[in-house]
């Protein structure tokens, strides 16, 4: 990496900070925001040179900047085109630390479960079978259109969705679905005291979910899975061995256990623990170990009965960060079964 | 990492290099596998001279892991992980990979061959750099051993070791010791009274120094591993005081309480509601039938409190819980007899003179219920014609497709006794004869001379719907009789159903209980079928008798006494090796969400409430891993079979495959 | 690819006391069977996380075989049974991802059963040829028009610097 290098800040002027968004909706820069007034120490502390979502600002500045010219980049948003692609490259080049900031960024989280279609079967669905698209014409996104000023380009857009470090080397993680207010300020009181973890690292804890969880456990014996519409769960017991898939056992912690705590099963969004390769692997094996089954009828109508959707269930936020490369299903269909 | 690893391919002769390039296999390695340093193929590997060269390669290259291709590690870990002991490598830091089962004897072809074998000996480098030196521990021999099941095989176990100077408890379920062997009358093929047999070691293992008796007790729970087991026996309450008692048997006969015995007497006979099973029961303390006393039903007589002469009655005796410390186990708890309703076409439970074979033998039995007269179920009639059936439950696709073993030569024995002691016509319908052991064979050819009739075919039907005048009042046979290629209907007076032997009903439970597996029947799996028959895949748990499988009384006792030599071979060496492979828990990072909790059959994972993590207690823990992959947070780690070194060795094992790092970029 | 000459990597995970030893008695008994099943060995079939599986998918193996000692007869008690409701929940999601369900395999095998394993190798490769490469690890990579695209973009911008400046 060229990044580290060209580290240069001036004397007297405030050390610079980017947040930029690639493949993500928005909520990661509601939690930074979430932060309330601190939102103002921050502003105290850091130049804002780069946050499409909240303030004007050119590519061509950041362009302009010297490489390793920003200190930090809050990088949040999986990638999917060319231009996030462009921008990652430009912002890990500019960057002396980058973050990738958030789920998607972090491991993909929703705009990575495209990877269970390819862009054509995207395209289909969004330009084509959708019940309110009305396109006899079968028109289709062109990446470059003539007009008399010249030709427009629209980013390309890829078959694959990547997270930021399958893209460009990454130096923290911050995870969560968005990463939660409280965190984020712990993770800028670190930046701005230079007192950072080896790189590479989750800034996390190194527990999960079921450790801040206060509900009662057992010994676990699933026999058959519940979604959450079928039952209204005892408050107290713990939700997996009410049927319930809690994804709680294998997700880092670091929001609190706000899901179980309101009743609702974790859904995984803080990704997996440390050294952990792969969330949607040891999440199956874990819960399967626990089916209370011994033949393959019985343990197949109870996983096809209670997980009818198996890849949204463990990989709802880790699919593109998965081992589970892009899905092998033909255009068109729809993986039913 | 700067390991240097050293890499040994051996050509085993031809075994090897017939079908693997072993030279360019060496040669391959050392030019293209990270960290190897010294890379070499030798003819013999496991020779003394292969060894030396190992050893001569750590001490003087320096060598920090070693990866040997040769045979299964089956064969010869322990031959090179001594070698690396000798040279002062921790014996861990090896790694065999397998080329010659899995690859030069099973591949036609050499090139592919060659490719296989460069795979897993890329794989083993990859995964070697990973291994870490493991100490193995080594924890004393406690001397005493149990034995659970005081029928034949139990019993000879017992006396070998007590004979030989050893603490033995002895656990039998029921109120005496002798098992099923007490209940026959002869014994096949030389027709030994089973008694005067049997009686004589019972009374030994009674009176035995080094011999603590626990019958009437059932097993608890059995924890801890090899060298010290902790057990928990329940003495269910006699309701009679063991030291008291003097074996007078005043209370037996004064009882006014008579029902039907269904065990001993296989409900052919009746005994007290105080009673032994039998007259030479050891003990000869008597059990109280809560369930058929006069007192516990209506609380009235206490007939045998008044007449005890020594005050041992006592009505308020409870279960009592033992904890045993043994050191090895013997599992001997028999059989239990296929219940023959089962087959309702055979009328058992139905037809009054159909018989199942223990039936038979207390019939017989001079001692039984009817002093040994084969009578009909009326008392009086004496048989004109007997019919045995063979194979009920067993070789059988609906039942039990194993084969009894035992029942061909029981059903001769049988009909010898039939001859002996009555007029009548004795016929056998089997499917083949097997008599395949010392002295069978030839007891068969007495029963012909005899004039039992055979008849070869599976009988499908006993009816007592008779077509034929001289069917009035029989049960016939219906059978097809494959000799002479036609349908036969036999009428007979009494039918002897030979049930096939079952493994107790229990049996699976009490495996769990011990840690061992049973096979898909439920009898007790051994090591190994031929090599290791009487230990099991638990060690310090051992097999004896018919929970192995069908035997017959002298392979019960040969295999009695063979899991004792075991087991004192064990005491006299004093001292076990426990393997290191085994799982650990970070406890800092577990944050007790008790997945694991329910998965270890040797229940060595233990809940800390108070802690809320989770813990391994290392001494009960056997290695198999499967903990550490269902820890959704991967807190748990398996010694020598790490994520990190398994991970390492698909990453070998697919080098030819795997796409440079920018092409494939993996998960975090 | 060319269907006829591929000859898939198939990963085996097999488990030390019953199906290790049944392809070591493959060997003894010199069952000759295909070659292209690479064996990794585990204590237990119960070892066997799914991560296991996919990371050899995912690296570019095109089938995976897990082999254990039969249902009851598990050199650990039951550790098979939890390999198997592992396997079935793994099958489910693969399925899901369009991944075939003859390439991932489970087989029990005794330690007698060498013909059985090496007739369970021949009928996996047989089967996994059938349905041809994986390609997963392929299928990851984005062709040319990737590149082609990025270095549009770098171009433009250069373009539009120029103008401004």
Same mark, same amino acid.
């Given at each position: 990496?060229?990044?580290?290098?060209?580290a240069?800040?001036?004397?007297?002027?405030?050390?610079?900070?980017?947040?930029?968004?690639?493949?993500?909706?928005?909520?990661c820069?509601?939690?930074i925001?979430?932060?309330?007034?601190?939102?103002?120490?921050?502003?105290?502390?850091?130049?804002l040179?780069?946050c499409?979502?909240?303030?004007?600002?050119?590519?061509?500045?950041?362009?302009?900047?010297?490489?390793?010219? /920003?200190?930090?980049?809050?990088?949040?948003?999986?990638?999917?085109?060319?231009?996030?692609?462009?921008?990652?490259?430009?912002?890990?080049?500019?960057?002396?630390?980058?973050?990738?900031?958030?789920?998607?960024?972090?491991?993909g989280? /929703?705009?990575?479960?495209?990877?269970?279609?390819?862009?054509?079967a995207?395209?289909?669905?969004?330009?084509?079978e959708?019940?309110?698209?009305?396109?006899?014409?079968?028109?289709?996104?062109?990446?470059?259109?003539t007009?008399?000023?010249? !030709?427009l380009?629209?980013?390309?857009?890829?078959?694959?969705?990547?997270?930021?470090?399958?893209t460009?080397d990454?130096?923290?993680?911050?995870p969560?679905?968005p990463?939660?207010?409280?965190?984020?300020?712990?993770?800028?009181?670190?930046i701005?005291a230079?007192?950072?973890?080896?790189?590479?690292?989750?800034?996390g804890?190194?527990?999960?979910?079921?450790?801040?969880?206060?509900?009662?456990?057992?010994?676990?014996?699933?026999?058959?899975?519940?979604?959450?519409?079928?039952?209204?769960?005892?408050?107290?017991?713990?939700?997996?061995?009410?049927?319930?898939?809690?994804?709680?056992?294998?997700t880092?912690?670091?929001?609190?256990?706000?899901?179980?705590?309101?009743?609702? %099963?974790?859904i995984?969004?803080?990704?997996?623990?440390?050294?952990?390769?792969?969330?949607?692997?040891?999440?199956?094996?874990?819960?399967?170990?626990?089916?209370?089954a011994?033949?393959?009828? &019985?343990?197949n109508?109870i996983?096809s009965?209670?997980?009818?959707?198996?890849?949204?269930?463990?990989?709802?936020?880790?699919?593109?960060?998965?081992?589970?490369?892009?899905?092998?299903?033909?255009?068109?269909?729809d993986?039913?079964? | 990492?700067?390991?240097?690893?050293?890499?040994?391919?051996?050509?085993?002769?031809?075994?090897?290099?017939?079908?693997?390039?072993?030279?360019?296999?060496?040669?391959?390695?050392?030019?293209?596998?990270?960290?190897?340093?010294?890379?070499?193929?030798?003819?013999?590997?496991?020779?003394?001279?292969g060894?030396?060269?190992?050893?001569?390669?750590?001490?003087g290259?320096?060598?920090?892991?070693?990866?040997?291709?040769?045979?299964?590690?089956?064969?010869?870990?322990?031959?090179?992980?001594?070698?690396?002991?000798?040279?002062g490598?921790?014996?861990?830091?090896?790694?065999? !990979?397998?080329?010659r089962?899995?690859?030069?004897?099973?591949?036609?072809?050499?090139d592919?061959?060659?490719?296989?074998?460069?795979?897993?000996?890329?794989?083993?480098?990859?995964?070697?750099?990973?291994?870490?030196?493991?100490?193995p521990?080594?924890v004393?021999?406690?001397?005493?051993?149990?034995?659970i099941?005081?029928?034949?095989?139990?019993?000879?176990?017992?006396?070998?070791?007590?004979?030989?100077?050893?603490h033995?408890y002895?656990?039998?379920?029921?109120?005496?010791?002798?098992?099923?062997?007490a209940?026959?009358?002869?014994?096949f093929?030389?027709?030994?009274?089973?008694?005067?047999?049997?009686?004589?070691?019972?009374?030994?293992a009674g009176?035995?120094?080094?011999?603590?008796?626990?019958?009437?007790?059932?097993?608890?729970?059995?924890?801890?591993?090899?060298g010290?087991?902790?057990?928990?026996?329940?003495?269910?309450?006699?309701?009679?005081?063991?030291?008291?008692?003097?074996?007078?048997?005043?209370?037996?006969?004064?009882? %006014?309480?008579?029902?039907?015995?269904?065990?001993?007497e296989?409900?052919?006979?009746?005994?007290k509601?105080?009673?032994?099973?039998?007259?030479?029961?050891?003990p000869?303390v008597?059990?109280?039938?809560?369930?058929?006393c006069i007192?516990f039903?209506r609380?009235?007589?206490?007939a045998?409190?008044?007449?005890?002469?020594t005050?041992?009655i006592?009505?308020?005796?409870?279960?009592?819980?033992?904890?045993?410390?043994?050191?090895?186990?013997?599992?001997?708890?028999?059989?239990k007899?296929?219940?023959?309703?089962?087959?309702?076409?055979?009328?058992?439970?139905?037809?009054?003179?159909?018989y199942?074979?223990l039936?038979?033998?207390?019939l017989?039995?001079a001692?039984?219920?009817t002093?040994?007269k *084969?009578?009909?179920? &009326?008392?009086?009639?004496?048989p004109?014609?007997?019919?045995?059936?063979?194979?009920?439950?067993?070789?059988?696709?609906r039942?039990?497709?194993?084969?009894?073993?035992?029942?061909?030569?029981a059903?001769?024995?049988?009909?010898?006794l039939?001859?002996?002691?009555?007029?009548a016509?004795?016929?056998?319908?089997?499917?083949?004869?097997?008599?395949?052991?010392?002295?069978?064979?030839?007891?068969?050819?007495?029963?012909?001379e005899?004039?039992?009739?055979?008849?070869?075919?599976?009988?499908?039907?006993?009816?007592?719907?008779?077509r034929?005048?001289?069917?009035?009042?029989?049960?016939? /046979?219906?059978?097809?009789?494959?000799?002479m290629?036609?349908?036969?209907?036999?009428?007979?007076?009494m039918v002897?159903?030979?049930g096939?032997?079952?493994p107790?009903?229990?049996?699976?439970?009490?495996?769990?209980?011990?840690?061992?597996?049973c096979?898909?029947?439920?009898?007790?799996t051994?090591?190994?079928?031929?090599?290791?028959?009487?230990a099991?895949?638990t060690?310090?748990?051992?097999?004896?008798?018919? +929970?192995?499988?069908?035997k017959?009384?002298?392979?019960?006792?040969?295999?009695?006494?063979?899991?004792?030599?075991?087991v004192?071979?064990? /005491?006299?060496?004093?001292?076990?090796?426990?393997?290191?492979?085994?799982?650990?828990?970070?406890?800092?990072?577990?944050?007790g969400?008790?997945? +694991?909790n329910? *998965?270890?059959?040797?229940n060595?994972i233990?809940?800390?409430?108070?802690?809320g993590?989770?813990?391994?207690?290392?001494?009960?823990?056997?290695? +198999?891993?499967?903990?550490?992959s269902?820890?959704?947070a991967?807190?748990?780690?398996?010694?020598?079979f790490?994520d990190?070194?398994?991970?390492?060795?698909?990453?070998?094992?697919?080098?030819?495959v795997?796409?440079?790092k920018?092409?494939?970029?993996?998960?975090? | 690819?060319?269907?006829?000459?591929?000859?898939?990597k198939?990963?085996?995970?097999?488990?030390?006391? +019953?199906?290790?030893?049944?392809?070591?008695?493959?060997?003894?008994?010199?069952?000759?069977?295909?070659?292209n099943?690479?064996?990794?060995?585990?204590?237990?079939?119960?070892?066997?996380?799914?991560?296991?599986?996919?990371?050899?998918?995912?690296?570019?193996?095109?089938?995976?075989?897990?082999?254990?000692?039969?249902?009851?007869?598990?050199?650990?008690?039951?550790?098979?049974?939890?390999?198997?409701?592992?396997?079935?929940?793994?099958?489910?999601?693969?399925?899901?991802?369009?991944?075939?369900?003859d390439?991932?395999?489970l087989v029990?095998?005794?330690?007698?059963?060498?013909q059985?394993?090496a007739?369970?190798?021949?009928?996996?490769? =047989? &089967?996994?040829?059938?349905?041809? %490469?994986?390609?997963?690890?392929?299928?990851?990579e984005?062709?040319?028009?990737?590149?082609?695209?990025?270095?549009?973009?770098?171009?433009?911008?250069?373009? =539009?610097?120029?103008?401004?400046?």
């Amino acid at each position: 990496m060229s990044s580290a290098s060209g580290a240069a800040t001036a004397a007297g002027t405030k050390p610079k900070l980017a947040i930029y968004w690639a493949a993500s909706c928005g909520g990661c820069e509601i939690s930074i925001l979430g932060i309330d007034t601190k939102i103002l120490d921050v502003a105290a502390a850091f130049e804002l040179v780069m946050c499409p979502c909240i303030m004007d600002g050119k590519v061509r500045d950041i362009e302009q900047l010297e490489d390793g010219a /920003i200190a930090v980049c809050l990088f949040n948003g999986s990638i999917r085109n060319s231009e996030q692609e462009y921008m990652a490259q430009l912002l890990r080049r500019k960057s002396k630390v980058l973050v990738a900031f958030g789920s998607c960024a972090h491991e993909g989280c /929703i705009p990575g479960l495209a990877n269970l279609h390819d862009k054509q079967a995207i395209f289909e669905n969004s330009y084509q079978e959708t019940e309110s698209t009305e396109n006899p014409q079968r028109v289709r996104p062109q990446t470059a259109t003539t007009v008399p000023e010249g !030709t427009l380009h629209l980013p390309v857009f890829y078959d694959t969705v990547r997270t930021l470090d399958q893209t460009v080397d990454v130096d923290y993680y911050l995870p969560g679905c968005p990463p939660e207010s409280p965190k984020i300020w712990e993770a800028i009181q670190a930046i701005v005291a230079g007192n950072l973890p080896p790189k590479g690292t989750v800034i996390g804890s190194d527990t999960t979910v079921c450790d801040d969880c206060k509900r009662i456990r057992n010994v676990k014996k699933v026999k058959q899975f519940k979604r959450t519409w079928e039952i209204i769960p005892d408050p107290e017991i713990c939700l997996l061995e009410q049927g319930l898939l809690c994804c709680g056992i294998a997700t880092r912690a670091g929001c609190g256990a706000l899901c179980p705590q309101v009743n609702s %099963p974790c859904i995984g969004c803080y990704g997996p623990n440390n050294d952990v390769h792969d969330f949607g692997a040891r999440l199956m094996s874990a819960v399967a170990s626990v089916i209370d089954a011994d033949n393959p009828k &019985d343990i197949n109508a109870i996983i096809s009965q209670g997980i009818p959707d198996p890849v949204g269930t463990f990989y709802r936020f880790g699919l593109a960060g998965s081992l589970l490369r892009r899905s092998k299903r033909p255009a068109g269909s729809d993986g039913g079964h | 990492m700067a390991e240097k690893v050293g890499v040994y391919v051996c050509h085993c002769g031809s075994n090897i290099a017939g079908k693997v390039n072993v030279e360019e296999v060496a040669k391959w390695a050392g030019e293209n596998l990270q960290d190897v340093a010294v890379s070499r193929d030798y003819k013999f590997m496991c020779s003394s001279l292969g060894q030396k060269m190992i050893e001569d390669d750590i001490r003087g290259e320096g060598l920090t892991r070693v990866v040997v291709a040769a045979c299964s590690p089956h064969l010869h870990e322990k031959t090179f992980r001594r070698a690396c002991t000798n040279a002062g490598l921790n014996p861990y830091l090896l790694d065999m !990979t397998n080329i010659r089962e899995h690859c030069s004897w099973v591949h036609r072809d050499m090139d592919s061959a060659t490719l296989k074998a460069k795979s897993l000996v890329s794989a083993a480098v990859s995964r070697v750099k990973f291994q870490e030196p493991l100490e193995p521990t080594y924890v004393d021999v406690n001397p005493a051993t149990l034995v659970i099941g005081g029928g034949i095989a139990g019993l000879q176990a017992t006396l070998e070791l007590a004979d030989a100077g050893y603490h033995v408890y002895l656990v039998e379920r029921s109120p005496s010791i002798g098992g099923h062997m007490a209940q026959f009358d002869k014994t096949f093929p030389t027709l030994d009274c089973s008694a005067c047999i049997l009686t004589p070691k019972m009374s030994e293992a009674g009176q035995h120094e080094n011999v603590t008796l626990l019958t009437y007790s059932e097993i608890e729970s059995v924890k801890g591993s090899v060298g010290n087991f902790e057990v928990k026996v329940r003495k269910k309450a006699r309701r009679v005081d063991y030291d008291a008692c003097t074996g007078c048997g005043i209370c037996i006969e004064k009882c %006014p309480r008579k029902v039907v015995d269904t065990e001993f007497e296989a409900g052919l006979g009746f005994r007290k509601a105080i009673y032994t099973p039998f007259p030479q029961a050891v003990p000869r303390v008597p059990v109280i039938d809560a369930d058929s006393c006069i007192w516990f039903q209506r609380q009235k007589c206490r007939a045998c409190e008044k007449l005890c002469p020594t005050d041992a009655i006592k009505f308020d005796q409870e279960d009592e819980t033992l904890t045993l410390n043994v050191g090895n186990i013997i599992l001997a708890t028999g059989w239990k007899p296929f219940e023959c309703r089962d087959i309702p076409q055979y009328g058992y439970g139905r037809l009054a003179n159909v018989y199942t074979s223990l039936e038979f033998e207390r019939l017989c039995n001079a001692a039984g219920p009817t002093n040994g007269k *084969i009578v009909l179920r &009326d008392g009086k009639t004496e048989p004109q014609s007997v019919a045995i059936i063979h194979c009920v439950g067993s070789r059988d696709v609906r039942h039990n497709e194993y084969c009894s073993g035992i029942c061909c030569m029981a059903s001769l024995k049988f009909g010898h006794l039939v001859l002996e002691k009555t007029k009548a016509n004795v016929y056998s319908f089997y499917i083949d004869m097997r008599t395949n052991q010392k002295g069978y064979e030839e007891f068969y050819q007495r029963l012909l001379e005899e004039g039992m009739h055979f008849v070869r075919g599976k009988v499908s039907e006993i009816t007592d719907a008779a077509r034929m005048p001289n069917e009035q009042g029989k049960l016939i /046979i219906q059978c097809e009789d494959t000799l002479m290629g036609r349908q036969r209907r036999i009428p007979v007076d009494m039918v002897v159903l030979m049930g096939a032997l079952e493994p107790q009903s229990d049996a699976k439970e009490m495996g769990l209980k011990c840690g061992i597996s049973c096979s898909m029947q439920g009898f007790f799996t051994e090591r190994h079928p031929k090599l290791d028959p009487v230990a099991t895949m638990t060690d310090g748990i051992f097999v004896a008798g018919a +929970c192995q499988g069908p035997k017959d009384i002298p392979a019960s006792v040969a295999q009695g006494a063979a899991a004792a030599a075991r087991v004192q071979g064990m /005491i006299t060496k004093g001292k076990v090796m426990v393997e290191p492979v085994v799982a650990k828990i970070n406890e800092e990072a577990c944050s007790g969400c008790r997945i +694991c909790n329910n *998965i270890c059959p040797y229940n060595a994972i233990e809940y800390d409430a108070e802690r809320g993590v989770s813990h391994i207690i290392t001494a009960l823990c056997k290695g +198999c891993g499967t903990c550490v992959s269902a820890c959704p947070a991967s807190v748990i780690s398996g010694a020598h079979f790490s994520d990190q070194q398994i991970d390492a060795e698909i990453e070998g094992v697919l080098w030819d495959v795997i796409r440079p790092k920018s092409a494939v970029v993996s998960a975090n | 690819m060319s269907q006829t000459n591929f000859e898939p990597k198939i990963v085996g995970f097999l488990c030390n006391w +019953c199906s290790y030893r049944a392809a070591d008695l493959a060997g003894i008994a010199r069952i000759t069977h295909a070659p292209n099943v690479r064996i990794v060995r585990v204590m237990c079939s119960g070892r066997v996380d799914p991560t296991f599986v996919l990371k050899a998918l995912s690296l570019g193996a095109d089938g995976v075989m897990i082999a254990g000692c039969h249902p009851g007869e598990c050199h650990y008690v039951d550790q098979n049974y939890k390999a198997m409701r592992r396997y079935h929940l793994l099958k489910h999601t693969l399925h899901a991802m369009g991944v075939e369900p003859d390439r991932v395999r489970l087989v029990w095998a005794s330690a007698a059963e060498g013909q059985q394993l090496a007739e369970a190798i021949d009928g996996l490769v =047989a &089967d996994v040829k059938k349905l041809g %490469p994986l390609g997963w690890s392929q299928n990851w990579e984005e062709n040319g028009e990737r590149l082609h695209a990025l270095e549009e973009i770098i171009n433009e911008h250069a373009e =539009a610097m120029e103008v401004h400046a």
